[in-house]
T-cell receptor, first 110, second 114 residues
Framework: GQQLNQSPQSMFIQEGEDVSMNCTSS?????WLWYKQEPGEGPVLLIA?????ELTSNGRLTAQFGITRKDSFLNISASIPSDVGIYFC??????????FGPGTRLSVLP | DTAVSQTPKYLVTQMGNDKSIKCEQN?????MYWYKQDSKKFLKIMFS???????INETVPNRFSPKSPDKAHLNLHINSLELGDSAVYFC?????????????FGPGTRLLVL
């Protein structure tokens, strides 16, 4: 079946730094989504992207839907300690084929 | 092969029926979860089991009853299905119930109640 790759697998950054992570697939998706999972909680939806090339922001978070429809990236600006967690990307094709990536684990050092 | 699998992938049924969704993981994980995804793609945790024992039971109707025959399986039985139960249900597993553990998700079961 379809699989998503996320990179990096994990990252350690200093508070205040910007973060960039991406998600790639060998096949196309019509929707890309980004979730954040904090320790002990379920994944929470951060941003949903519905159109190739779309760039969407949610506070300090910015995500883009790749032109090829095979990738997406998520940027976090000016990281803070509460940004710690696992960031999952997910691809979807009209609700028929929803796939989660393996996650990027983010640690923010004070 | 497939780490977390769910059956069926699609389930269309009439209101009032009783149905089950099955989940299996071959990762040797101790903890399994059920999530409900709404039409806006938000995920809500429903249940979590660790080594066949219930550890999380969020506010869901008691028509939903999880069953874990062994730690590799967590099935979800739904009685008296209602229209609002239509959603995608995701199963997930993690190595332990520790809060830092990564969860691995299944492909989802698309339930439509008519």
């Amino acid at each position: 079946g379809q699989q998503l790759n996320q990179s990096p697998q994990s990252m350690f950054i200093q508070e205040g730094e910007d973060v960039s992570m991406n998600c790639t697939s060998s096949s196309i998706f019509n929707t890309w989504l980004w979730y954040k999972q904090e320790p002990g909680e379920g994944p929470v939806l951060l941003i949903a992207l519905y159109k190739a090339g779309e760039l969407t922001s949610n506070g300090r978070l910015t995500a883009q839907f790749g032109i090829t429809r095979k990738d997406s990236f998520l940027n976090i600006s000016a990281s803070i300690p509460s940004d710690v967690g696992i960031y999952f990307c997910a691809g979807d094709n009209y609700g028929q084929n929803f796939v989660f990536g393996p996650g990027t684990r983010l640690s923010v050092l004070p | 092969d497939t780490a977390v699998s769910q059956t069926p992938k699609y389930l269309v049924t009439q209101m009032g029926n009783d149905k089950s969704i099955k989940c299996e993981q071959n990762l040797g994980h101790d903890t399994m979860y059920w999530y409900k995804q709404d039409s806006k793609k938000f995920l809500k945790i429903m249940f979590s089991y660790n080594n066949k024992e219930l550890i999380i039971n969020e506010t869901v109707p008691n028509r939903f009853s999880p069953k874990s025959p062994d730690k590799a399986h967590l099935n979800l039985h739904i009685n008296s299905l209602e229209l609002g139960d239509s959603a995608v249900y995701f199963c997930a597993s993690s190595r332990t119930s520790g809060i830092q553990e990564t969860q691995y998700f299944g492909p989802g079961t698309r339930l439509l109640v008519l």
